[in-house]
């Protein structure tokens, strides 16, 4: 009985085996195509959204050059997928020359920062000009926020699976840290952003690549649309809130 058994078991071991190696293989195809498809969408995506958005892009340059001398778009190295470099598209939103006057991380109540910019930052339409980024393959409209190359050099192994994906607008991340110039302290802000809040973001998007589908990408959509919505609202509050006043007599 035990002869005849051991064979019988390790026949079993061996289908099961392959069983898992079937179901892996057809886990990885199914990957590989639902990432071919989020590729396609985003070149589908960027390239309606530049033509649809032209007239905002106008409007916005103008009063950019309007407001502040210099140009309108801002460009800065980022990491991009497999770590690669890459320039990222914005619009302006400091003086001219800023990189030369401050640190390379942005606090709240940065001096360097135009009337106009506030407004762009506020609203994230500086970040518009991401979607060229996104039409050439750097960026995807959702994935691992892209950060600075020289915050990247000591990344651990496992930390770099951030650079599987392309980087994205959005994410769970950048929704995370929607408001992350009022979180920051002025004081040694590039040092407080490491220490503090750069584990954290790469934490949240190791999860997000860990449980990445394409219907969680429409999802984060939505929350970004919210989360912007709130961020609105909230500077509203502060803005208009009421004063107390002093009872007629």
């Given at each position: 009985m035990t002869l005849s058994a051991s064979p019988q078991r390790e026949k079993d071991r061996v289908a099961a085996r392959r069983r898992l190696r079937a179901r892996q293989r057809r886990s990885e195809r199914a990957r590989a195509t639902a990432l071919a498809f989020k590729r396609v969408t985003d070149v589908v995506l960027s390239a309606g959204a530049l033509l649809a958005l032209a007239p905002a892009f106008g409007f916005v340059a103008l009063a950019i050059k309007l407001s502040s001398p210099g140009p309108v778009f801002f460009r800065q190295e980022r990491a991009g997928r497999g770590g690669r470099p890459f320039f990222i598209w914005k619009f302006r939103t400091m003086v001219k020359d800023a990189a030369n006057m401050g640190p390379a991380i942005t606090g709240a109540g940065d001096p360097r920062i135009t009337r106009v910019g506030r407004i762009l930052r506020?609203?994230?339409?500086?970040?518009?000009?991401?979607?060229?980024?996104?039409?050439?393959?750097?960026?995807?409209?959702?994935?691992?926020?892209?950060?600075?190359?020289?915050?990247?050099?000591?990344?651990?192994?496992?930390?770099?699976?951030?650079?599987?994906?392309?980087?994205?607008?959005?994410?769970?991340?950048?929704?995370?840290?929607?408001?992350?110039?009022?979180?920051?302290?002025?004081?040694?802000?590039?040092?407080?952003?490491?220490e503090n809040v750069l584990q954290d973001k790469l934490a949240s998007d190791l999860a997000y690549i860990e449980r990445w589908a394409w219907w969680r990408d429409l999802v984060l959509i939505l929350y970004t649309a919210v989360a912007l919505l709130f961020k609105l609202l909230g500077r509203l509050t502060r803005t208009f809130h009421p004063r107390n006043r002093s009872p007629r007599s």
């Open positions: 506020l609203t994230k339409l500086d970040e518009l000009p991401n979607l060229m980024n996104v039409l050439k393959g750097e960026m995807s409209f959702v994935g691992p926020r892209p950060d600075l190359p020289r915050f990247m050099t000591t990344l651990t192994p496992t930390q770099r699976r951030i650079f599987d994906f392309r980087p994205g607008i959005t994410g769970p991340t950048q929704i995370r840290y929607i408001a992350e110039e009022e979180l920051l302290s002025p004081i040694n802000i590039d040092d407080n952003y490491v």
